[in-house]
């Protein structure tokens, strides 16, 4: 069972920033939250990982509330090509067991 | 590409048919999965192999056989399949600590 929440579907335009929602209310404390997509037909691609802290990297930046219990992915540019299924997904680091992914949040990127 | 290769990328088989799908990492991962998406499905975990040996089977018809040789190979070996079997089966692979997945681009299958 995936350990997370996310909306079905979200559109965004052009341009704008996308600030994509997770919940994760039972996370555990050595759990990380990871970001994935896939564009459609193709495999899932890494965006971006945390523990606690916010991060950022030349794709998005990850903030992660104080109690780890939500976080929000940014796309701080959607472009069209940003199109895709966004899964969020909570894992230990440590545990290869563990990479399941839920049913993940469309977004539609609009001219 | 992102390192790990998935072959072929299309496969078209028959019930009674038996074919292997192929998945190749040089990425230096001591772990590799086996995902099947069907459509307008999540992600179904199927398969993970760590540091060569199978660490979880989740309750997977045997009519799919998975071998990993060494830690840069994955196989899964099918046969006799249904129907219902026909999806996108991805490959990926990870390597601690961090374990980010990097997926290959996947088999589209269909069995007729």
């Known amino acids: 069972d995936a350990k997370t929440t996310q909306p079905t579907s979200m559109d965004c335009a052009e341009g704008r920033a996308a600030n994509l929602p997770c919940n994760h209310s039972?996370?555990?404390?050595?759990?990380?939250v990871y970001w994935y997509r896939q564009i459609h037909s193709q495999g899932p691609q890494y965006i971006i990982h945390?523990?606690?802290n916010n991060e950022t990297n030349e794709m998005a930046s990850l903030i992660i509330t104080e109690d780890r219990k939500s976080s929000t992915l940014i796309l701080p540019h959607a472009t069209l090509r940003d199109t895709a299924v966004y899964y969020c997904i909570v894992r230990v680091a440590y545990n290869n067991n563990d990479m399941r992914f839920g049913a993940g949040t469309r977004l539609t990127v609009k001219p | 590409e992102t390192g790990v290769t998935q072959t072929p990328r299309h496969l078209v088989m028959g019930m009674t048919n038996k074919k292997s799908l192929k998945c190749e990492q040089h990425l230096g991962h001591n772990a590799m999965y086996w995902y099947k998406q069907s459509a307008k499905k999540p992600l179904e975990l199927m398969f993970v192999y760590s540091l060569e040996e199978r660490v979880e089977n989740n309750s997977v018809p045997s009519r799919f056989s998975p071998e990993c040789p060494n830690s840069s190979h994955l196989f899964l070996h099918l046969h006799t399949l249904q129907p219902e079997d026909s999806a996108l089966y991805l490959c990926a692979s990870s390597q601690d600590p961090a374990g980010v997945g990097t997926f290959g681009s996947g088999t589209r299958l269909t069995v007729v």
């Open positions: 039972t996370i555990s404390g050595n759990e990380y």
């Open positions: 945390g523990l606690k």
